[in-house]
Each structure stands twice: as C-alpha cells, then as structure tokens.
C-alpha cells in the first residue's frame, strides 16, 4: 500500500516539534548543567571521579580567592552535612571580598604580564582593577577604558597603562592587543604571512595595527602647587598614517585600513585636508583627532558583536579555573589549535555576552560544573574506547576525506580570488599613486602658508610693539609738552620735549615699515593659502578619483575576506573531526601498545624457561667432560706404565742379546781355536759349557724377546686406548660448548625480549601519559597546576597562621573611621568596609607577595603561565628569615598540642586542607618519639617538609 504523500513531512515535522523540545529544554537548564551535558557528549573517553570535598574546597579556595583555606574554614565545610553544600560554598567565596583583590591581581597578570612600571604606577593600576572587580564591573566595560583611556581623565589615568606602559610602541600594542584582547599571536606575521599558522595573515597583522599606529607619546608639562615642574605621560594621536606593508618572503605589497580579527575593513570618514583634528598638534599641544581609530578599536571589540574578543576572554576564564584554556594556548586561537569542545566554549561565550560579560557570573557557573568538580586521578581503564576505536576510525574516515576535498577546494577559491584582488590593486596604482602625490603637494603646499603666517604673525608682534612704544612715547611727549608750557623757559624740559618728538616720528617711521611689511605679508599668506586651498581641493578631487577607482578593489577585498571565512569555517569543521579522529587514534593507538606490551610480557617467560632448560643441560655435559678427562688421564696413565714396562723389556732383551751373542761369539772363537788345536781338553771343555751358555741365553734372549714383543703389543692397546678417550673427551667438550653456546643464544634471546618488553612498556607508557594528556585537556581529569607566586605567598601565610594577626590590625584601623556599629544594619556598606579590611591587610603585605614575584615570577613582559624551578627559590625557602618564621610560628602552635591525633590533624589541616590518614600520624608519632629532647626542631622540620611538598606546591 502506498503511504500518504504527506506522511514525510509529516514525520519531519513531528521530529521537528520534538528537537525543539529538547533545545528549548536544554536552554532552561543552568549553565553549568548545559556545560556538563556538553562536555560528556563530546569527549571521547572516561572520566575521573569527583573530587573529594576536600580537594574540591582547597581547588575552589584557590582558584577563587588565592590562598588555601583556613583549618577551621575546612573542618567546617568537611563536617557539613547539607547536599548542596558546594554550591554554597563557591556562593560564599564568590561573595569573599578577597574575590575581587584576588581576580584583580589575575587580570593584571593577564593584562600587563607583571612589566616595570614605566608611567602609570603599578598601586594606581592595581587599585583601578580592584575597584572594578568589586564594583562588579563588565569586562567590555573594563576592556573598553583599557583600550580608550589616553590618561588625560584621573578617574580613568590608571586603564592607560596598557598603552603607556608600552610606550605606545606600534608593534609591541599590536601584539599584546591581539594576543591578551583576541587571543591571536600575530607577532610572525609581521614581515609575511605567518609560516606556522596559514591562517595568520600579513594583512591581519596590520588591520589590527592600524587602530593603534597612529597613537602616539604626549609629554605633559605643568606645575604643581609647589610651583614645581610636574611631567606627566599621555596618549595622543594622529588623524594621518598609513598601515602599509611588504611580504620579504613573496614581495606583494598593499595597504590596509583598520579590521578587527575575523572582520572586515572599517569604512572611515573622510576629513579634508586641515579640518581632521579636534585639536591639531603642534608643539606642547597633544593631537587629538576628530576620529579616533583607537577609540574605534575599543568600540568594535567590546561591543559583543566580536567573536575573537568574546571567545577569548571566555576560553581565558576557563583556563584560569582548569588550568588550561579550552583552546591552548589561549593567544594562538586558529582552525589548527581548535578548543577541545568548541561547542562548550561557543556556550560560555555567548552566555557571558548575554550576562553583559559579567565575570562573577561565569565564574560561579563553571564552578558549580560537575567537570571543574573533577579529581586529577587518572579514570579507570578505557576498555570500551579501546573496543570502538577502529571502528570509530572506519566512521571518520569518509566525511574527513570529503570536508578535506572541500577544504582543498574553498583554499583554490581563496587563492584565486587572492591574485584577483592582487590584480584589480595593480590596476589602480596609477589612481592611488596621483592621491598620494597630491596629498604630498598639499603638505608641500601647506609649508608656505605655516612660513608666511609666522612671519607675519612675527611682524604683527613687532607692529603691537611699535604701537606699544609709540603709545607710551605719545603719553610721555604730551606730558613734556604739557610741563614746557608749564615752564616755557626750562630749556631742560625743552630739550626732553624735543627728543620724545624726534623719537616719535622715528617710531612712527618704523611702524609705517612694519605695517608695509605686515600688509605684504598678508598678500603673501592669501597667496600661498590660495595655492593651499588649490592643492587641497586637487587632493579632494584626487581622493574622489581614487576611491571611485578603488571600489573594484574594495570589492575584490571583501570577496576574498568572505571567501576566507568560509575556507576557515571549512577548516574548522575539518579540523574538528580530525581532532575526533585524533582522539580515537590514540585510543587504537593505546590498545596497540598495549596488546604488543602484553605480547611481549608473555613471551618473556617462555624464553626463561627455555633458557633456564639450556642451563640445566649444562651441569651433566660438564660431568660427562670430566668422566672423560679422568678416563683420558687413565688411559695416558696406562699408557706410560705400558711404555715404562715396554722400555724396560727393551733394555732386557738388548743386554741379553748381547750377552748371548757374546757368548756365540766366544764359542765360534773357541771352535776356530780348537781346530787349531784338536784334541785340547780344555778347549773342547770350554766350548762344551760355551755351547751349554750359548743355548742358555739364547733361550733367555728368545723369552726376553717375547716380552718386548708382548710388552710392544700393550703399548700399542694403551695407545688405542689413549686416541680413543682423546675424541670421546673432543666430542663431550664439543657438546659442552654447543651447549653454552645455546645458553648463550637463549640468554641473548631472553635479554632481547626483555628490552623488546622494556621498550613495549615504554612506549605503552608514552601513549598512556598522551591519553593522560588529551583527558586533562579534555577536562576528563583536573589538570595540575603549580600555585602562583601570589598564592603560594598568600597559602604559606594562611598556613602558618600569619594573616590573621594583619586582617585584625587591619580591622582595628579600619574601626577608627569607620566603626563596625555604624554599618552593620546596611549590607552593602558593611560589605564596602569588610572589603577596605581586606584591601588593607593586603597591602600590608604587598612587600611580602613581591618578594615572592621576584622570585618566581618569569620575566616582566613574558607569558606568565610557565613553571621553574631555581636555586634562588629553594635558598630564600631554607634560609629566609621571614619564611622561617612562618614555619616556627605554625611549629610553636603545634608543639603545645600534647595528642599526636590532634596535633595530626590540625598540622594537616592548615597545610592540605584535609585531615591527616591513620598512617600519616603514625608516622608523625614515630618521628616525634624519635627525638624527644628536641621536639620543637622536629616540629619545625616537618612542618617545611610539608610546606615543601608538591601536594601543597600544587593546585589539584
């Protein structure tokens, strides 16, 4: 059946109807509900615990106040039972009259970078910005006396410290306006486009220098009632003064009226020539022009239609509560360094320009955030992100590719429509240059008319003069004349009448000169103010043609700006995904590491038990080589008796054999002799027993014989026996060394996977610390930030128990003008009186929050968000006299407490904010009862060892 044909409308309409719904139901929400909500939906990742009340009291006291909390302030707020206790208490905090001295001193920080007092003292400075926060002041209002005031108004004088103080120098106010009022560092983009940041263009740079370039130093000279010279600094400007530039790196040249960063350029008025100035400059008169750029600028900036202003000082504000800024830096905003949620950031933004930029208001909301509540523990494993990861990645992929084509697209536009506007410049040089020459004539023109005017205004002084003379000549003739009449006969007075007559006539002489000279001056000035008047009506009629001729450009300019913004919108969105994508990199990313870690982790054993089964074949193998070297030693040994024995049968049979062949010789000597002889008996005698003898060791030398022969035969057995233990020992040394070597191989095996788990652990620990990283700026976890110098002062003080003796001087003073009785039934004078207290104490302790300035500040003019370390720091801590006597103060306290449980617990109280574990004051109790003869030093040791410590150096 087919559906109606309305039933898509239909249904759109009712989704429509039901997104309304939710819209309007997430607007009535509070803001820090709305934040909430918004920061869960876009963060990819688990998030950290809330903070325990106290950690969460101690941050709040910080971040809100700048000091830690006293150990009663924080006994009471843990001992609280009421629900909505910490909405109570950032109300309470938000209402301390230490709030606005506080979060003055912040934007001073912010503002003025702590740089040496030049023209505005800093007490003037500071004083104005805690009259304005405790007035409550908006933040464009404030914004707005900052970037206008030119220090002629008292009331206003201290806002101009921001120019003055920077010697409205026009490079150093363009950089500090864009970076602490815009949040853009334009700072390289001053010779060229910005080689880091492509959003950052030249032209930028100078559209914002063109509101201030023209400002200028005035110095102001009067007297005081001491009728001493006085001099003071202000701020001038100039109606005249081109923002002009050249790349060095691609040579293009142009020119730029002011623009505000993300706008356009300004249309301005047009003066002509002589009629720009409300007061026109000349020497001891500071220039003020009919229209201020600089007054333009603090206009356009503050007046909530700026969305660079608006989100600045929103993301600073966040950033001064969470330690960083939703976009980081908070001076380098730009599609490549989006906010980590833009869509909380847009949020605040616009609820802090719908609160008339209210700073208390905001404050308050983000305080009350379920993510400022956050812990600084690192949340439970991400198993579930670990899970989606690839599959999130496979999801960004397609639309990232396509608003990546589009980007790559708009930036093609862009850039021809770039050399477009290049071009239609190029076409107008000629119109341009004329206005310029003729502008260059009326200057030239305008010198003749300044030298014919102050001649003639130097002879019409001396004309004034003359008929000065000649009026006290006239007065003095006439009475001459009238005492010769008197005494006609005085030829004295004659005389005297007579020289006032002379001279008389010889000043009128001159004064007829004069006038000469003055009334063909007169001419001269009509003529050179004719040929002026010629020169700026050509220069008008120039400016006419050139501005007609330059509408094609303005055009093309303003085509470009509007395909800027849309590649910036384009990149944005790209930017943004591929921030998402970012983010679930790092979780793949992770879950890699982490799988290769475990790999690794597993492989290990089996390698050692590999390695240790090698080992264990060592010890046998070593035996069986000695069982053979102890047979081969067996065997030589056999075979040396063998030899021995052989040798000795050797020399038995060679003595033998000789004896017998003796005596056969002796026989056939004896038959030779006897044949001689026949017969002879003693002969036949002898040769019958030589012949018994001869038979005799010959049979002897046979047996002799035999055994050499026998003897030769077990010489040969050992030898055998020899050669063959010789190769068994080879071969059971051979297996013995192919054996270690395998040892070796394992051994080698083992140390390569360890290494290769060492290097797993590694880098599964650097992509855990970048997790770490993207949850602290994605606020999943409270970012940990060091105190500073003004709030670690204020912290040691509040922890030692030092400012309570100043806040009471301090309120004793105070009482004698303005005695507590006398308001106490008025809330908002008794409230100005607690805030003149606090104000007093404070500067009572100005020197001592400098000497901690001086210290751990960075350097005047530098961003101040950076954390060292030096040895100045950690001299002044051990051997200050004045931080030492804190600590023995807080020492001395605690030494009178006789119960380690108490003295525990109030020691911990007053330096975390928090109450001392089972464990910490076991250790205390040991410790003390360690040195019972000197237990204040030891008191004193460990009080500056937690003093010391990061838990309390740090804001967590």
């Given at each position: 059946m087919m559906a109606p044909a309305f039933s898509g409308r239909f249904v759109c309409a009712t989704f429509g109807v039901i997104l309304c719904g939710q819209v309007l139901a997430f607007a009535q929400e509070p803001l820090f509900t709305r934040v909430d909500q918004l920061m869960d939906a876009g963060r990819v990742g688990p998030t950290a615990a809330l903070a325990t009340d106290a950690e969460f009291f101690r941050r709040l006291s910080l971040d809100l106040v700048g000091t830690v909390p006293t150990a009663a302030e924080t006994r009471a707020f843990l001992q609280d039972a009421t629900p909505n206790k910490r909405a109570l208490a950032v109300d309470k905090f938000i209402a301390d009259r230490r709030f606005a001295l506080y979060w003055a001193e912040l934007f001073d920080v912010m503002l003025m970078e702590r740089r040496p007092d030049k023209h505005i003292p800093h007490a003037e400075w500071l004083k104005y910005l805690q009259t304005s926060f405790q007035q409550n002041k908006p933040w464009n209002q404030l914004a707005r006396e900052i970037l206008s005031a030119d220090g002629t108004d008292p009331a206003l004088r201290p806002a101009a410290k921001f120019f003055l103080d920077r010697d409205a120098e026009p490079n150093l106010m363009t950089r500090d306006t864009g970076r602490i009022f815009f949040g853009v560092d334009f700072q390289c983009a001053q010779c060229h486009d910005h080689p880091l940041v492509e959003h950052y263009a030249q032209s930028d740079y100078y559209g914002l220098m063109a509101f201030v370039n023209r400002t200028v130093l005035f110095q102001f000279e009067e007297e005081d009632k001491d009728k001493k010279k006085k001099t003071t600094m202000l701020l001038g400007e100039k109606a005249e003064g081109l923002s002009e530039y050249k790349s060095v790196f691609t040579g293009d040249a142009s020119h730029t009226r002011p623009r505000l960063p993300g706008g356009a350029e300004l249309d301005e008025p047009h003066f002509r020539f002589g009629d720009e100035y409300t007061v026109a400059p000349a020497d001891k008169v500071r220039p003020v022009p009919k229209y201020s750029r600089r007054a333009k600028l603090a206009e356009l900036a503050t007046n909530g239609q700026n969305a660079a202003f608006n989100r600045n000082i929103a993301n600073r504000i966040w950033g001064m509560l969470f330690g960083r800024g939703l976009v980081y830096p908070v001076d380098m905003h730009h599609p490549h360094n989006p906010a980590t949620n833009p869509e909380v950031l847009d949020l605040i933004t616009q609820q802090l320009v719908d609160s008339q930029f209210n700073i208390r208001t905001l404050v308050r909301e983000l305080a009350l955030t379920q993510t400022y509540q956050r812990s600084f523990d690192l949340p439970a494993d991400p198993a579930a992100q670990l899970a989606a990861a690839n599959e999130k990645l496979t999801g960004i992929e397609p639309p990232l590719t396509a608003i990546a084509a589009t980007v790559d697209a708009a930036k093609t536009v862009q850039t021809a429509a770039y050399e477009e506007a290049k071009a239609v410049q190029k076409s107008i040089e000629a119109q341009e240059k004329a206005y310029r020459d003729a502008v260059q004539a009326v200057v030239a023109a305008q010198k003749p008319v300044s030298d014919a005017r102050a001649a003639l205004g130097k002879t019409q002084q001396a004309v004034t003069a003359k008929q000065t003379v000649i009026t006290t000549l006239t007065e003095a003739s006439t009475k001459a004349a009238e005492a010769v009449k008197a005494v006609p006969n005085d030829a004295e007075l004659t005389q005297a009448a007579t020289i006032y007559t002379n001279k008389l006539t010889a000043v009128n002489t001159e004064l007829a000169a004069?006038?000469?000279?003055?009334?063909?001056?007169?001419?001269?000035?009509?003529?050179?103010?004719?040929?002026?008047?010629?020169?700026?009506?050509?220069?008008?009629?120039?400016?006419?043609?050139?501005?007609?001729?330059?509408?094609?450009?303005?055009?093309?300019?303003?085509?470009?700006?509007?395909?800027?913004?849309?590649?910036?919108?384009?990149?944005?969105?790209?930017?943004?995904?591929?921030?998402?994508?970012?983010?679930w990199k790092q979780y793949a990313d992770f879950g890699q590491k982490r799988q290769q870690a475990q790999q690794s982790e597993q492989a290990v054993p089996a390698v050692q038990t590999e390695l240790a089964a090698a080992e264990q074949t060592i010890a046998p193998q070593m035996a069986e080589v000695a069982a053979k070297v102890t047979a081969l030693a067996e065997a030589q040994k056999l075979l040396v008796s063998a030899t021995q024995a052989l040798d000795a049968a050797k020399v038995d049979f060679t003595a033998k054999q000789t004896v017998a062949q003796t005596v056969t010789d002796a026989a056939a000597k004896t038959e030779a002799a006897l044949a001689l002889i026949p017969n002879d008996a003693e002969l036949t005698v002898a040769l019958t027993t030589l012949k018994t003898r001869q038979t005799t060791t010959t049979g002897t030398m046979k047996t002799a014989e035999a055994v050499v022969a026998t003897k030769t035969t077990e010489v040969q057995g050992a030898t055998s026996q020899v050669t063959a233990a010789q190769q068994q020992q080879q071969v059971a040394e051979a297996e013995l060394t192919n054996r270690k070597k395998n040892v070796e191989t394992k051994a080698a095996a083992l140390a390569q996977a360890q290494a290769t788990l060492v290097a797993a652990q590694a880098n599964l620990q650097s992509s855990y610390n970048e997790l770490a990283e993207a949850w602290a700026s994605q606020a999943a976890i409270r970012s940990v930030k060091p105190l500073s110098p003004e709030q670690l002062a204020w912290s040691l003080m509040e922890a030692c128990g030092i400012v309570d003796s100043y806040r009471n001087t301090s309120d004793a003073e105070v009482e004698k003008t303005v005695p507590k009785a006398s308001v106490e039934a008025d809330p908002a004078k008794k409230a100005e009186r607690d805030f003149q207290v606090a104000l007093l104490a404070r500067e009572k302790l100005r020197g001592v929050t400098n000497q901690f300035i001086a210290l751990y500040a960075a350097a005047g003019g530098q961003p101040q968000d950076v954390f060292f370390a030096t040895a100045d720091q950690a001299l002044f801590v051990a051997n200050g006299g004045t931080v030492i006597g804190w600590g023995t103060n807080l020492a001395n306290r605690l030494n009178a407490m006789t119960d380690v449980n108490a003295l525990g617990d109030e020691l911990y109280h007053c330096v975390f904010s928090r109450p001392a574990t089972p464990m910490e004051v076991a250790q205390l109790e040991t410790y003390l009862a360690g040195r019972p003869n000197d237990r204040p030093v030891a008191l004193k040791e460990i009080v500056w060892a937690l003093l010391a410590s990061a838990e309390f150096r740090f804001n967590h």
């Open positions: 004069l006038q000469k000279t003055a009334t063909d001056q007169t001419a001269a000035v009509d003529t050179a103010q004719q040929k002026f008047t010629a020169a700026v009506d050509a220069s008008e009629a120039a400016f006419t043609q050139s501005t007609e001729a330059a509408k094609p450009w303005e055009a093309a300019k303003q085509k470009w700006l509007a395909l800027r913004s849309q590649t910036l919108a384009a990149e944005i969105s790209k930017q943004n995904l591929a921030m998402r994508q970012k983010a």
